[in-house]
């Protein structure tokens, strides 16, 4: 079952002899519970394709749609909601949101929502991702990898279509950035939690069900690594 579905995506930065083209004609698919990593090099449009995905941007034409929705036929108000309900996003640098404990930040995109959270299953992500002694620690008082824990499990609070993660170790050391690698990977497997990882690191992409790699805006390479 396709989960999200890309046609000809294209996304062009100024106008005239000025103009960048970041994105180029891009279409792909991905299917429900797929871990699909997305490489290329600085300026390959790798970014702009995951802000695209993830409703964080507007394209300059093409479609894509998240588990059969058309994100940019939604108004600005409703491609918010959705977004938070649908896309999950983990940033390098976490994005929590400083004045909040661990619990207020994972629980966020619910009670922005003003939906009850269900408690077995927060108990359920904060206990995976090792975090219940840390529920009422800031942001501040957390390590790198425990904050990206924390981003990881307010992507997924609200289950959401498909979780996007762009270099999500890209700040972290290599012991942390196996860890949270494995989180992913358990998530994914264990939830059939559909991922897609940007990444620079060649061992997180190898990890991937199939990698798909971005130059000068197009789609040089989509192989699957495991079927």
Request: charged content about 25%.
């Amino acid at each position: 079952m396709e989960i999200l579905k890309i046609d000809n995506l294209s996304k062009v930065y100024g106008k005239g002899e000025t103009a960048v083209k970041a994105l180029d004609d891009v279409s792909f698919s991905v299917k429900k519970g797929e871990f699909v990593a997305i490489i290329g090099p600085s300026g390959s449009g790798k970014s702009t394709l995951l802000h695209l995905l993830g409703g964080v941007d507007r394209p300059s034409s093409g479609k894509v749609f998240v588990d059969n929705t058309d994100i940019y036929s939604l108004n600005e108000t409703q491609l918010a909601i959705f977004r938070r309900r649908q896309i999950g996003l983990i940033y390098q640098f976490y994005n929590l949101i400083p004045v909040l404990t661990v619990e207020e930040n994972i629980t966020l995109p619910l009670l922005l929502d003003q939906h009850k959270v269900d408690k077995k299953q927060f108990s359920d992500i904060v206990k995976k991702l090792n975090l219940e002694n840390r529920l009422n620690h800031l942001p501040n008082q957390l390590s790198g990898g425990q904050q990206q824990r924390v981003s990881i499990g307010r992507a997924l609070i609200s289950n959401p279509a498909i979780m996007l993660a762009d270099e999500p170790t890209g700040n972290l050391d290599s012991k942390n950035s196996g860890e949270i690698i494995d989180l992913l990977k358990m998530f994914n497997k264990t939830f059939n939690q559909t991922l897609i990882v940007i990444t620079h690191d060649e061992r997180i992409a190898l990890q991937a069900d199939r990698i798909i790699a971005i130059e000068d805006g197009k789609v040089k390479k989509d192989e699957v690594v495991r079927p």
